[in-house]
């Protein structure tokens, strides 16, 4: 048995490719184009900018955690009872213990000696200083007191079991705990807020 001849040729496909080589070819002289002007408004980030920029979102994210906790969770945690308030700063403790805060919270400790660096390299003399004062208060005023004096205290609240513990020992530990946590915070967020404003005054001041 003989099968019908197929009268019809396969499409070819060259004018598939012929458009293909068309749209990469004008996609390409569009996207020279769009640089070209970019470059010539100045519309592109540099490195060193791009990084002062995270930099920037970075630090306003941890003085804003502590800014928050100053302004309004202290005090809503100072309503509680004293089992309720001591329970309630574990679980938040605990909680708070994930990467999204270690990325911000150590990745700030890193990006602004950086970007100090990169602006003295540059030549960026005023975004320099300022970012050199920015880096010194968030590094002793705000990650040295944290690891010096917030944590400790929080690691030694972790510890405590507070159903095996009468509600006057609950009580003292409360008094130990809660005035000294709340002045290292204090220190913590003005330091926080005071190297965010050096930050964003060193984005203002750099000369692109």
């Not at 640089?35 to 002062?52: A, G, P, Q, R, W």
């Not at 509680?80 to 994930?98: H, M, S, V």
């Not at 690691?155 to 709340?182: C, G, H, P, Y």
Request: hydrophobic share 45%; net charge positive; aromatic share 12%.
């Amino acid at each position: 048995m003989r099968l019908p001849k197929n009268n019809h040729p396969a499409p070819s496909a060259l004018p598939l490719l012929r458009r293909r080589g068309i749209f990469t070819v004008g996609f390409v002289l569009f996207h020279k184009q769009l640089m070209d002007i970019f470059v010539k408004k100045n519309m592109l980030m540099t490195y060193s900018e791009s990084l002062l920029a995270f930099t920037a979102i970075t630090t306003g994210l941890i003085a804003g955690l502590f800014y928050s906790w100053t302004c309004g969770i202290t005090q809503g945690l100072g309503n509680l009872p004293d089992t309720g308030y001591l329970g309630a700063f574990q679980a938040i403790n605990r909680e708070i213990q994930r990467p999204w805060f270690f990325i911000s919270f150590l990745g700030t400790v890193l990006l602004l000696p950086v970007s100090a660096w990169l602006c003295y390299r540059g030549h960026q003399q005023t975004s320099f200083l300022f970012l050199l004062n920015a880096s010194l208060l968030y590094i002793i005023g705000v990650f040295g007191v944290t690891i010096a004096g917030n944590v400790p205290l929080n690691e030694m609240l972790d510890k405590t079991n507070l159903q095996s513990i009468s509600v006057e020992s609950i009580a003292e530990i409360r008094k130990s705990f809660e005035s000294k946590w709340n002045q290292l915070n204090t220190v913590r967020t003005l330091c926080a807020i005071a190297s965010l404003a050096g930050t964003i005054i060193a984005c203002i001041k750099y000369k692109s």
